[in-house]
């Protein structure tokens, strides 16, 4: 075995353990669960710039979830990438339409690393930190003031290409991936424990185009002894451009 395969053996055992273990210990709480539907439509897109930075924008919207919007700049470094921007999203107000229209701003930044192990199968892991400016709520109505509360995510993710099941240059592949989300601060209480996010898809790549559908789980503490699980419908396009000549 190589040696560069052996250093990706422990990066792929790690996302093993996450992948069996986070969703088993977060839903085996005894704790209250409500069932939902969704549909989770995003656009993103990557726009190199040179060989060293590229421009991250992504737009995400779930009826009655949230809407988000963000943008970032990107540094590569071989198979690792470290990228700093904003998010705006609404969110839904608590009320029975729930309508979104409570705002949140949020600088992020994370660091990607992919691991190939081979041409056809890699490991994603990132860490992505959110400096959340929530807008607060007095009465179920708005106010000018917000609450600022830490995020940090933890993603792990596996992605398989089928070449040889390619047609008219699109090439199929397989993705599955887990996101752990841990809230920390003075103005967290209840939910040091935000959400676990579990998605699986299939989809499509061709050059600079990839479109894939999917099933997500969004599995979310809503209060003390109160958690949603959101059954989710993903339709997600990426799309990358190059300002290049």
Known sequence: MKTSE???????????????????????????????????????????????????????????????ARTGLTRHFDNISITGGYTFALLPMPTPEHNLGRIEHRPWGQIQVVHPVNNTFSIINRIRYDARFKEIMINEKQSDGYMFVNRIRFMSGIRK????????????????????????????????????????????????????????????????????SGHTLMMWVTHRFSLEK
């Open 6 to 68: 052996k250093n990706r053996i422990p990066c792929f055992i790690v996302s093993l353990i996450v992948f069996a273990l986070v969703p088993g210990f977060v839903q085996g709480q005894n704790k209250t669960i409500v069932n939902s539907q969704h549909i989770w439509l995003a656009y993103m897109t990557s726009t190199k710039i040179n060989k060293n930075y590229s421009l991250w924008n992504d737009v995400h919207y779930v009826p009655n979830g949230f809407f988000i």
């Open 161 to 228: 290409t089928f070449p040889k099941a390619a047609f008219d240059q699109y090439t199929p592949f397989l993705s599955m991936t887990n996101e752990v989300m841990i809230n920390f601060g003075k103005n967290v209480t209840f939910n040091t424990f935000d959400q676990n996010w579990f998605q699986t898809s299939a989809g499509l790549q061709r050059k600079n185009l990839s479109v894939q559908i999917g099933y997500m789980n969004i599995y979310a503490q809503t209060g003390v002894s109160q958690f949603s």
